[in-house]
């Protein structure tokens, strides 16, 4: 089993990627893409207010990403988590930051979510570069020498101090596993945690509250589908 998870917003089918794009926006999108953030380093002062608005009335995630863009500067994307779960992480202040969302445009019940945008940017040496399988690439609409990983291998003397972190080579959001019992267990909605090893791949493996699960799409059928491989108490 692994000990380390990638943590990543998830998109239920219903509000699906698309449906959603239609309820959802930033009111000073230009504004928040234009001001350009490092991974790793904090938000400066000056940094926006992002203003969300979100018309979907039935739409509840307690974590989701969303991008901002502006004419002649790209995207940039953010990750928006709520209230209950910014109680579940239950993080110090020096290992996340988080910036105000006015959120006063949307719908009562998304509203009442509290959003806020999440930043992880402590850095952890967990990932060996040599024993994994990545290329690099350079793609209009993301950062230069951007790493496109299918498998990644941690080091065998990995322990990482923290509970969410940074990677100090791959890019994304990982956690212990831990954490990631933590958080299934508090059952906040719009979070899955995938196994590393198999980045890009068909299954792929995730850790769920009931143990390791095997995620496998099948085209046929356009759907997923998953199955205990291991359970954990």
Known sequence: ?????????????????????DYCRFTNSEELARTRLAAHERAPSN???????????????????????????????????????????????????YLPVDASLSAPVPRAKNYMIMRVTVVENVFDPDQSDYEIRNIVGLPKNFISATRIAARTDAKPAHEIFQDSFFPG?????????????????????????????????????????EETWDPVQEKFHTKLLQAIP
Do not use: H
């Not at 000990?3 to 959603?20: A, H, K, R, S, Y």
């Not at 926006?48 to 969303?66: E, G, H, N, S, Y």
């Not at 212990?176 to 198999?198: E, H, I, M, N, W």
């Open 1 to 21: 089993m692994s000990d380390i998870w990638w943590f990543t917003p998830w998109l239920p089918e219903e509000p699906g990627l698309d449906e959603l794009g």
């Open 173 to 213: 959001i990982f956690c212990t596993d831990k954490f990631a019992v933590k958080l299934l267990q508090s059952r906040c909605s719009g979070v899955r945690f995938y196994d590393p090893a198999y980045f890009d791949s068909n299954p792929m493996y995730l850790r769920t509250v009931r143990g390791i699960e």
């Open 47 to 97: 940094f926006p207010t992002a203003r969300l608005q979100i018309t979907l009335k039935t739409f509840a995630l307690d974590c989701f990403v969303w991008p901002a863009y502006a004419p002649g500067e790209g995207q940039q994307a953010f990750m928006l988590v709520s209230q209950d779960l910014r109680d579940a992480m239950a993080l110090a202040p020096q290992d996340i930051e």
